[in-house]
């Protein structure tokens, strides 16, 4: 790890608070100026987790909102809050993940961007405990393995299908459906 990097502002209002890492680096990875950024201010924390290139260039950017909500928190992504390889990505307005004290649901967090996708969704987001879907279309494994890659090639191709899990008391069962 090259150069840790911790800033921590705060007022009456609102709590600033920053963490960087120059990059991470290993024989294979290699991730470069890492930085997780947060806001908090009254019932909301701002987060966002960003890795850009030496020149600028955003590998990725994951941004949303927390809320505290009854026996748990709620996570949105905001509008504009997905990026990777440079390139913005949409997710559903109304996406929302919520988890907590015995419950984890996901509701319409649809990713997407230039015919792929990737979804998250609960069966049933009345039930706390409902199986959770997760749906690939056409979705290139690059899109990920680029932001952590130090030679771009060590992951690729395509990923369609859906994997379905179901997360009981003290056990995960598991089901992938691939064509």
Known sequence: MD???VKVNSDADLLQATV???SITDSI????????????GHDSIEVSLQSTSRDGYMKMLLAGVFNSVPDGYKFRFGKNGIVFQN?????????????GRNQF??????????????????????????????EFNDFNL???SHVVERDSGLLGGILAGMWSCRIWKNRRHSHPTLP
Do not use: M
């Not at 990875?29 to 908090?40: D, H, R, S, W």
């Not at 390139?87 to 988890?99: C, E, G, H, K, T």
């Not at 990713?111 to 879907?133: I, V, Y």
């Open 3 to 5: 150069s840790l990097i």
């Open 20 to 22: 960087s890492a120059g």
């Open 29 to 40: 990875l290699q991730i470069t100026n890492l930085q997780l950024a947060g806001k908090a």
């Open 87 to 99: 390139v913005p990505w949409s997710v559903s307005p109304d996406n929302y993940l919520l988890f």
């Open 105 to 134: 649901i996901a509701y319409d967090v649809a990713l997407r961007c230039a015919g792929q996708s990737l979804s998250l969704n609960s069966t049933d987001e009345k039930n706390p405990r409902s199986p959770l879907k997760i």
């Open 142 to 144: 690059a899109t990920l």
